[in-house]
């Protein structure tokens, strides 16, 4: 399996497009593709924010892309992304211009079509179906653009995490709700990702996010692109080059077991894995998992005491609410409601998917611990 690395300084188009040029060059994707193929790229656009925040795909990165596919005579480019939030033709051109997208508008169109069908999956997973958004079940071709970031309730969002948003709107609080549990969220996850299938993964590290991610972090720049045709291998890779061990992580450790993660025959082209790289922050609601702290033979019943007794929550920190109600919003359970302005939380029904933390503009909402 090849793993493509490149070293990129900063956000510049120049050096942002040699590298793509180097990446889909080496891949030779163009023997993947006809002129008439509809190709879907699939960035992270999560919620509506300024590109100099580590919370979204670069448009440099989606431009340089769409650039080069447009350059090499394919023409049918679609960007698409379902954000949190509604899935709706007024948010989703907020989150567009907000995010910078509309930078690629000459080589790619903007999806306006915010329509959805349900999708049957391989036989024998647990989620017979999944409602996903019509450019992507329309497309011939899916190019996977995510953001590095560490994740509150995942642990690490990467390449397999990013195809959730291909879920449309505020379906996927409702995932949530149905999966509570991480084991069962991140089957779920790999589900959807064993049936969207991406061809190829690029994977923005040139600035990434680490501590309470995937929006409320800060920035840990690793100044590289990554792209492989594997997106499990990769998503075990980058873990490893922000100090985390991919048997931590609930979805890489059942891409393991499920014979998808494949590093031992890992090839890497481009660029040596820098040799000053230093360990991610880990969000709060990592400090609250103590499983890895016992013998591996009892962390199973220890995390299922642990998780009743030590159940954490989110906590409103009230000068910085505004009252926006966008975690009332994404709440799947629905015990958040706004009062003068601001959050209040009822703990009585909370899941603990901290998707109001996730979607806070303001950084407002803390982890707390049951005791």
Same mark, same amino acid.
């Given at each position: *399996?090849?793993?493509?690395? %490149?070293?990129?300084?900063?956000?510049?188009?120049?050096?942002?497009?040699?590298?793509?040029?180097?990446?889909?060059?080496?891949?030779?994707?163009?023997?993947?593709?006809?002129?008439? *193929?509809?190709?879907?790229?699939?960035?992270?656009?999560?919620?509506?924010?300024?590109?100099?925040?580590?919370?979204?795909?670069?448009?440099?990165?989606?431009?340089?892309?769409?650039?080069?596919? %447009?350059?090499?005579?394919?023409?049918?480019?679609?960007?698409?992304?379902?954000?949190?939030?509604?899935?709706?033709? !007024?948010?989703? =051109?907020?989150?567009?211009?907000?995010?910078?997208?509309?930078?690629?508008?000459? %080589?790619?169109?903007?999806? *306006?079509?915010?329509?959805?069908?349900?999708?049957?999956?391989?036989?024998?997973?647990?989620?017979?179906? #999944?409602?996903?958004?019509?450019?992507?079940i329309d497309a011939d071709y899916i190019i996977n653009l995510p953001k590095?970031?560490?994740?509150?309730?995942?642990? %690490?969002? +990467?390449?397999?995490?990013?195809? #959730?948003?291909?879920?449309?709107?505020?379906?996927?609080?409702?995932?949530?709700?149905?999966?509570?549990?991480?084991?069962?969220?991140?089957?779920?996850?790999?589900?959807?990702?064993?049936?969207?299938?991406?061809?190829?993964?690029?994977?923005?590290?040139?600035?990434?996010?680490?501590?309470?991610g995937p929006t409320g972090g800060t920035s840990h720049p690793l100044h590289?692109?990554?792209?492989?045709?594997?997106?499990?291998?990769q998503d075990a890779f980058a873990a490893q080059l922000m100090g985390l061990?991919?048997?931590?992580?609930?979805?890489?450790?059942?891409? &393991?077991?499920? +014979?998808?993660?494949?590093?031992?025959?890992?090839?890497?082209?481009?660029?040596?894995?820098?040799?000053?790289?230093?360990?991610?922050?880990?969000?709060?609601?990592?400090?609250?998992?103590?499983?890895?702290?016992?013998?591996?033979?009892?962390?199973?019943?220890?995390?299922?005491?642990?998780?009743?007794?030590?159940?954490?929550?989110?906590?409103? !920190?009230?000068? =910085?609410?505004?009252?926006?109600?966008?975690?009332?919003?994404?709440?799947?359970?629905?015990?958040?409601?706004?009062?003068?302005?601001?959050?209040?939380?009822?703990?009585?029904?909370?899941?603990?998917?901290?998707?109001?933390?996730?979607?806070?503009? *303001?950084?407002?909402?803390?982890?707390? &611990?049951?005791?």
């Open positions: *399996m090849q793993q493509f690395l %490149y070293h990129v300084s900063e956000y510049d188009e120049t050096l942002i497009y040699q590298a793509i040029d180097n990446i889909l060059t080496g891949m030779n994707i163009l023997s993947d593709l006809t002129p008439d *193929m509809k190709i879907v790229l699939k960035p992270n656009l999560v919620m509506a924010k300024k590109p100099d925040v580590p919370v979204t795909t670069h448009p440099m990165v989606v431009k340089a892309v769409a650039r080069w596919l %447009y350059e090499h005579d394919r023409r049918h480019i679609t960007i698409a992304e379902s954000s949190g939030g509604p899935y709706t033709s !007024e948010h989703m =051109k907020s989150v567009y211009q907000i995010c910078g997208m509309y930078d690629a508008a000459p %080589y790619a169109d903007l999806n *306006m079509n915010f329509g959805f069908q349900s999708v049957h999956t391989p036989e024998g997973f647990v989620n017979g179906s #999944f409602n996903l958004i019509l450019p992507v590095l970031k560490t994740h509150a309730m995942t642990g %690490y969002s +990467g390449g397999i995490k990013n195809l #959730f948003g291909c879920v449309p709107g505020l379906q996927k609080p409702q995932l949530h709700y149905r999966f509570p549990d991480i084991e069962n969220f991140s089957n779920m996850l790999l589900e959807l990702a064993l049936t969207v299938r991406p061809q190829i993964t690029i994977l923005d590290a040139i600035d990434a996010m680490e501590g309470n590289l692109l990554l792209a492989s045709r594997d997106m499990y291998t061990h991919p048997s931590d992580i609930v979805m890489l450790r059942q891409a &393991k077991e499920r +014979g998808l993660i494949h590093t031992e025959q890992m090839e890497l082209i481009g660029d040596a894995v820098p040799q000053d790289l230093t360990p991610f922050l880990k969000p709060d609601t990592a400090d609250l998992d103590f499983s890895s702290k016992v013998p591996s033979f009892l962390q199973k019943p220890f995390s299922a005491v642990m998780k009743r007794v030590l159940k954490s929550y989110p906590k409103l !920190e009230p000068e =910085k609410c505004i009252g926006c109600g966008k975690c009332a919003e994404s709440c799947p359970a629905h015990i958040i409601t706004i009062k003068d302005k601001k959050a209040r939380f009822h703990r009585k029904g909370c899941i603990s998917c901290f998707c109001c933390q996730e979607m806070c503009p *303001m950084k407002a909402i803390a982890v707390k &611990k049951a005791i």
